[in-house]
């Protein structure tokens, strides 16, 4: 049973910056595909990105548009968002998602485990 803990969500300010970061309990942290969805108020989960357990393939969803940045630090069992120029609509709670079969994929039902979630606030 893998266990993900997510920190790192708060309130900020539009054009703002947050950084999440999501624990895993276990060492075999390192051989999966992580990545981040999120959701908010009334919308369906959506892909935010994903992060191969080599580090070589990064995929991003379109609305990323090169504010946020995914990297991982294996020694630390740990996966980052790291989010700048936020935008009011980027307010929604944030999950970090494990795949243990370390596929590329944006569906969330490829996904093994999922944190608890960790909320993201954005002001106008």
């Known amino acids: 049973q893998v266990q993900l803990v997510e920190s790192g969500g708060g309130l900020v300010q539009a054009g703002g910056s947050l950084r999440l970061s999501c624990a895993a309990s276990?060492?075999?942290?390192?051989?999966?595909?992580m990545a981040w969805f999120r959701q908010a108020p009334g919308k369906e989960r959506e892909f935010v990105g994903l992060?191969?357990?080599?580090?070589?393939?990064?995929l991003y969803a379109d609305f990323v548009k090169g504010r946020f940045t995914i990297s991982r630090d294996n020694a630390k069992n740990t996966v980052y968002l790291q989010m700048s120029s936020l935008e009011p609509e980027d307010t929604a709670v944030y999950y970090c998602?494990?795949?243990?079969?370390?596929?590329?994929?944006?569906?969330?039902?490829?996904?093994?485990?999922w944190g608890q979630g960790t909320q993201v606030t954005v002001s106008s």
């Open positions: 998602a494990a795949d243990t079969s370390a596929t590329i994929a944006r569906r969330g039902d490829r996904y093994d485990y």
């Open positions: 276990e060492r075999t942290f390192s051989t999966y595909t």
């Open positions: 992060l191969s357990r080599s580090g070589a393939t990064i």
